[in-house]
């Protein structure tokens, strides 16, 4: 009896992946490594594609706005899809569609016969495929792998994730001014057609069978009571529906304007963006080790952090002292993003991940149009720097209210199973669930007992 139980552990002669780096785990982290660094690269190539059509920023507005609607209008469904079909179809179907919309758009720049409402209307194609895409993709990597090993290997693959982007946004940069912007969408349609390939092999094998659901519409309307029926999860998507928001304001708007006016020009603010990137990468690290018991507490105590960057512009401080506060900003996002997910992982059935996972990045997104669209009219009515103190004092204020909510307070990492597709076995250990109100013996011991599993990390809906 003991024979079977001890077989997961083996790994194959000479083999250095670790134990709970399963088949599905690798994949998804190898396509995710490659649809980063083209996708990063292609936001670069977007703008100056508009740019090279003699379009205005209001025209790279046009495009980008073309691109998130689609992303908000069909997350919902989106979500609800990917809980009734194999996640993995869902996938590679948005990453056909990217491919091919990536394509078309490389083509018409490179031929010179791009115009504006066709770039808006391949956008909104990627933004379409990414509303199907990404709450199938967030079901399928918690799906990967085991409650006990899950931190790590979350750490690991949002810290691929990060490090990827970071070197898409250089790359992309560079091949920009050296081939033009028509050749690093067509790399970025290559990485998608790459990526859905990666992604077509994924096992769904150890995937609990999905009982026959009522519709469409009843699957999202229980999603909804998934979500509504947790004040954790719907407190905490609302309070990111405000820092996002601000984040996106301050990001696409006033930092630029600042870095213009005050700090000599786009090179600071481009050194401080690189180091919000190296913050969230050395936040994965940390995370791959750190196991915080009261995870959802840490979490949210992380998001005060993020207030920084506003405060840093406010005020406003020199090259360096913005660069830093980003920095400090991208690590205490990424401690949070551990912390989500370690909950999400927990919590939420299997059988609805996608659509609760849907509900959240929804929620999330949903005032990023409205705050970005408002920056300029909030710096005229109350000036630049009140503004953003506005922001800096309204992010912590509703990271305050969240901590009001017992379970964020309270909530404590306990021992877990869950079924893995394409993965190591699940451990054999008994399905425990700890109470929060355990004394502090209990807890202590609870510690001591997933002391050598790594913590399961958590996303930051937004994006981050």
Not at 81 to 109: G, T
Not at 183 to 200: C, H, K, P, T
């Amino acid at each position: 009896m003991t024979k079977p139980a001890a077989s997961p552990r083996r790994t194959p002669l000479g083999s250095r992946r670790p134990e709970w780096a399963g088949r599905n785990y690798v994949l998804l982290t190898a396509a995710t490594i490659v649809t980063n660094l083209g996708a990063h690269g292609a936001l670069i190539a977007t703008t100056w594609a508009v740019f090279e059509t003699g379009g205005s920023a209001g025209d790279v507005g046009l495009v980008a706005m073309a691109r998130f609607l689609p992303l908000v209008l069909f997350l919902l469904i989106g979500g609800a899809v990917a809980d009734r079909i194999p996640r993995h179809r869902v996938m590679v179907a948005a990453n056909a569609l990217n491919c091919v919309s990536q394509a078309v758009f490389a083509v018409l720049v490179l031929s010179g016969e791009a115009r504006i409402w066709q770039m808006m209307v391949l956008t909104a194609l990627c933004g379409t495929g990414q509303a199907f895409f990404n709450p199938a993709a967030e079901g399928m990597l918690m799906s990967s792998v085991s409650g006990e090993q899950a931190g790590r290997a979350f750490a690991v693959y949002r810290m691929a994730m990060h490090g990827a982007g970071i070197g898409g946004a250089a790359l992309g940069g560079a091949l920009v001014a050296f081939v033009g912007p028509g050749w690093v969408l067509a790399i970025d349609a290559l990485a998608f057609a790459v990526a859905g390939g990666l992604r077509a092999f994924l096992d769904l094998s150890g995937t609990p069978e999905r009982a026959p659901g009522g519709g469409l519409f009843a699957d999202l309307r229980e999603g909804w009571q998934e979500f509504i029926g947790r004040p954790w999860l719907w407190s905490i998507v609302a309070q990111f529906s405000v820092v996002v928001g601000l984040i996106g304001a301050v990001e696409s708007v006033f930092g630029p304007l600042v870095a213009r006016d005050q700090l000599g020009g786009a090179r600071p603010w481009g050194i401080a963006l690189a180091a919000y990137g190296v913050g969230t990468v050395a936040g994965a690290v940390l995370m791959t080790r750190w196991k915080p018991r009261r995870m959802l507490f840490v979490g949210t105590l992380c998001v005060f952090p993020i207030a920084l960057p506003s405060a840093a512009l406010a005020v406003p401080l020199d090259a360096v002292g913005l660069t830093i506060a980003m920095f400090v900003s991208g690590v205490a996002i990424e401690v949070f993003g551990v912390s989500w997910m370690t909950t999400m992982h927990q919590e939420i059935p299997e059988e609805k991940l996608s659509r609760v996972s849907a509900y959240d990045w929804f929620g999330s997104t949903a005032l990023l149009p409205l705050t970005t669209a408002l920056a300029g009219p909030a710096e005229s009515a109350f000036g630049r720097n009140e503004a953003l103190w506005g922001a800096a004092a309204l992010m912590v204020l509703v990271t305050a209210l969240v901590l009001l909510v017992p379970d964020v307070r309270n909530m404590t990492r306990r021992p877990h199973t869950k079924a893995v597709a394409g993965g190591p076995p699940a451990s054999t250990a008994a399905h425990v669930s700890v109470d929060t109100s355990v004394d502090a013996s209990v807890d202590a011991s609870a510690d001591a007992s997933t002391s050598d599993s790594a913590d399961t990390e958590g996303a930051l809906r937004r994006n981050g």
